[in-house]
């Protein structure tokens, strides 16, 4: 509700305590449902932006469990010939989990950069709160 929906003709009475109080109490109940839906939009907002991160970092977790495993035969390849096919596979084993890495420090520094904190909704009842003050 804004102020013109309060105003009364010239002629009107003058409102009494009880209805300023209803009306208070009204507009402050409105307030608090608009904060708190605009808190849940930003929230989402801010969940659906660290997704990308998220899958990035599983993504090169998952590759990082395949170079362990790699790693492991390319160890035994290694113990059981001592030649090509050990290296072979160890050779492919530092490539996957040189990729790993990359995709798991890739969603780190992505993810660091997203904050989930509805901060526009702080701003906003930080100024509420401030124009509730000042009209008192």
């Known amino acids: 509700m804004d102020a013109r929906t309060h105003q009364r003709p010239p002629d009107a009475a003058e409102p009494s305590i009880g209805e300023l109080i209803r009306s208070l109490l009204a507009d402050t109940g409105q307030l608090i449902r608009t904060e708190i839906k605009l808190a849940q939009a930003e929230i989402g907002q801010n969940v659906s932006r660290a997704k990308t991160p998220v899958m990035f970092i599983a993504v090169g977790a ?14 035994v390849g290694w113990l059981a010939d001592a030649v090509g096919p050990g290296w072979a596979a160890f050779i492919v084993a530092v490539v996957v989990g040189g990729a790993g890495v990359a995709l798991i420090l890739s969603g780190k520094n992505k993810l660091s950069a997203v904050s989930l904190a509805p901060t526009r909704t702080v701003a906003s009842v930080k100024q509420d709160a401030q124009a509730l003050k000042g009209n008192s």
């Open 62 to 75: 998952v590759l990082m469990f395949g170079a362990f495993l790699t790693l492991l035969g390319a160890l």
